[in-house]
């Protein structure tokens, strides 16, 4: 046994030492030492690395201190210095190549922006340069315009996917990445504003600047960034991923077709009934978790269904009218008195017709100005499902005058 350890414990050595030397490198170009020069330093010293320590070494650079924007400014460079070096051959894994699944989504998304860049754009580029005048320009604003999809595709790594690697602890690369996001979005609004007015060579200049931090991007994606997120993320994550994509769009290609994975997050009712869990679009909570949030507003809450059967009401500190658990089960038109009765079906009828979405009522009682609210509740197909009642008493809230914005003893 204390073999083993002694061994565990000097690989650990190893892995250490050669973080450091791999941070001293990137620090050399940090203090101006020529790239050449430490790229052939790194050759012989390293050959390959992992996409592991590259994740390691741009988080250890923050921890030590160095600004996210400076890890920023070094990122193309060290990412040149490892290019070709990455030890893991990534090569098509099942996920890469599973339509609908996010990276298989990313992966064609930059295969498409490769291929203009390969073809489409240089050809127009060619002819500006043949012949500088508004058509040309046009060509190339309207192709600025395709570029700046790439939007969609930043918006969902930075929202949807780097929440996961944080999770994961993994900061670094994600603030990092999102700098330079930010970078290629600078530069492509920037051409757009002056693609028709600035010279020749200052334009071809800042799209030659704008296409390689687009394609050091796509290189950082590939190599580093999806088989990070591979090697942590789980199926269900992707899922989730997957699931709210659409909120964001895709750039370059149709949109995929939907990825159902082997093992889906939705468990069936049973699961979640004994696992005390709730599944909601925007999240996961626990029945316990649910309850107590309702009870900590600070508003009564009652909800009849679409049979006008009292099924719920919250149970907060200040009630502002009694409730008593056997009213769970009744009909809304037994709890009322019967003169009342006729204005309770009113609402309900109003309700389930769609002539009316919400009614208001407000009266003084007790020294509180109690304002009741009635609110159809309907699905994704508008199909009536209940009514929520929403009391409170707003007298406080009335009162309130000029502005609150400091936090006070």
Request: proline share 3%; glycine share 4%; net charge negative.
């Amino acid at each position: 046994m204390s073999e083993f350890i002694n061994n565990r414990e000097h690989l650990n050595t190893l892995k250490q030492n050669r973080q450091e030397k791999l941070k001293e490198l990137i620090l050399k170009l940090h203090d101006g030492e020529a790239f050449e020069a430490v790229k052939d330093q790194f050759e012989k010293e390293f050959g390959q690395v992992s996409v592991h320590e590259i994740t390691q070494l741009e988080q250890a650079l923050i921890e030590d201190g160095m600004e996210v924007a400076e890890v920023q400014r070094l990122c193309d460079v060290h990412s040149a210095v490892f290019r070709g070096s990455i030890e893991e051959i990534h090569g098509i894994t099942p996920i890469r190549a599973t339509i609908g699944h996010p990276i298989n989504t990313m992966l064609r998304e930059n295969q498409a922006l490769k291929n203009f860049f390969s073809v489409k754009f240089p050809f127009h580029l060619d002819l500006l340069k043949e012949n500088d005048n508004s058509k040309t320009r046009d060509k190339i604003k309207n192709d600025l315009i395709y570029i700046n999809e790439i939007d969609k595709h930043y918006l969902r790594k930075e929202n949807l996917l780097f929440p996961y690697l944080e999770k994961y602890g993994i900061y670094g690369p994600a603030k990092v990445m999102w700098g330079k996001d930010d970078e290629v979005r600078y530069y492509i609004r920037e051409l757009l504003a002056d693609v028709a007015t600035i010279p020749l060579s200052e334009l071809l200049k800042k799209i030659e600047i704008m296409v390689d931090s687009i394609q050091e991007m796509i290189f950082k994606e590939e190599e580093i960034l999806l088989p990070m997120a591979e090697e942590n993320l789980t199926q269900d994550e992707w899922y989730k991923i997957q699931a709210e994509s659409d909120e964001f769009g895709y750039c370059f290609i149709d949109k995929p077709e939907v990825w159902i994975p082997e093992k889906v997050i939705a468990v069936d009712k049973k699961t979640t009934v004994e696992a005390g869990l709730i599944n909601f679009e925007t999240g996961i909570i626990t029945v316990k978790q649910l309850e107590a949030m309702l009870n900590t507003l600070p508003v009564d809450i009652t909800f009849i269904d679409q049979d006008d059967v009292v099924r719920y009401f919250s149970h907060g500190k200040e009630r502002i009218f009694p409730r008593t658990k056997s009213v769970i089960g009744r009909t809304v038109q037994n709890c009322h008195p019967p003169k009342s009765v006729h204005i309770v079906e009113k609402i309900l009828d109003d309700f389930k017709s769609g002539k009316k979405d919400h009614e208001d009522f407000w009266i003084q009682m007790r020294g509180m100005f109690v304002y009741i609210r009635y609110f159809a509740v309907r699905d994704e197909n508008n199909n009536y499902l209940g009514t929520l009642e929403f009391t409170q008493n707003i007298k406080h809230i009335r009162e309130l005058e000029a502005e609150k914005r400091l936090l006070e003893d």
